[in-house]
């Protein structure tokens, strides 16, 4: 099953970083972002700034990292280039 807030945790810990360190970037605190890992959905503007701190992390592309986040919520999108898509259509 998809967990936004596993995958979260795996991309910090694979980059030497913490919860406390993304929670710094968000403004927030690690409570939230430890809820994310029990099923917890973000709000958007977390999503989005969550992404946003992961793509400069790992230095990809911020729409790789959204569409990957967006899977881990259980919606799949794809990208390719310039061209969002979406596979179910």
């Given at each position: 099953m998809a967990n936004f807030g596993e995958w979260v945790r795996?991309?910090?810990?694979?980059?030497?970083?913490?919860m406390q360190w993304l929670a710094d970037q968000l403004g927030s605190n690690p409570t939230m972002i430890l809820k994310w890992r029990t099923g917890t959905e973000p709000r958007a503007v977390n999503y989005i700034m969550t992404c946003q701190a992961l793509a400069k992390l790992r230095g990809d592309p911020v729409a790789i990292v959204l569409c990957e986040g967006a899977a881990h919520l259980g919606v799949p999108v794809e990208y390719s280039g310039n061209n969002w898509q979406d596979p179910q259509n």
């Open positions: 795996r991309n910090l810990t694979a980059h030497g970083k913490s």
